[in-house]
C-alpha cells in the first residue's frame, strides 16, 4: 500500500518555475515507477512525465520536453516534478501515481494517485 500526497502548486506568471513535491508513505517505494499526470478544467488527466523505480530512465510527454524535469530520492519516499518555462496551457490539477508496471504512460497501469495540487499559470 502506498499513500501519495503532491504538495508544490500555485499561481505563477508566464515563463516562470514552480516545483512539485509527491510525499509518499510505505516501505516499499523504492519498488514503484513513477508519474506525473495533469488534468485542466473540461479535459481528460494526460501523461506528464514519469521515472522508473531505480530513477535510471525518465519519460516526458512532448508538450514538455526540456522544460519540465521529473526526479526522485528513494531515501526520502519522494518524487519531484520540476516545471520551467511555465505556460498557460499548463494550468491544471497535477496528481503523482505510483505503478510496478513498465507501461508508464498509461494511466490505468498505476494503482495509487494522490489527491492532486493546482498549478495556474497567468498570462
Known amino acids: 500500500q502506498v499513500q501519495l500526497v503532491e504538495s508544490g502548486g500555485g499561481l505563477v506568471q508566464a515563463g516562470g518555475s514552480l516545483r512539485l513535491t509527491c510525499a509518499a508513505s510505505?516501505?516499499?517505494?523504492?519498488?514503484?515507477?513513477m508519474g506525473w499526470f495533469r488534468q485542466a478544467p473540461g479535459k481528460g488527466r494526460e501523461f506528464v512525465a514519469a521515472i522508473r523505480w531505480s530513477g535510471s530512465s525518465t519519460d516526458y510527454a512532448d508538450s514538455v520536453k526540456g522544460r519540465f524535469t521529473i526526479s526522485r530520492d528513494n531515501a526520502k519516499n519522494t518524487v519531484y516534478l520540476q516545471m520551467n518555462s511555465l505556460k498557460p496551457d499548463d494550468t491544471a490539477v497535477y496528481h503523482c501515481?505510483?505503478?510496478?508496471?513498465?507501461?508508464?504512460?498509461?494511466?490505468?497501469?498505476?494503482?495509487?494517485w494522490g489527491p492532486g495540487t493546482q498549478v495556474t499559470v497567468s498570462s
Open positions: 510505505g516501505r516499499t517505494f523504492s519498488s514503484y515507477s
Open positions: 501515481a505510483a505503478t510496478i508496471s513498465m507501461v508508464l504512460r498509461h494511466i490505468p497501469s498505476y494503482s495509487y
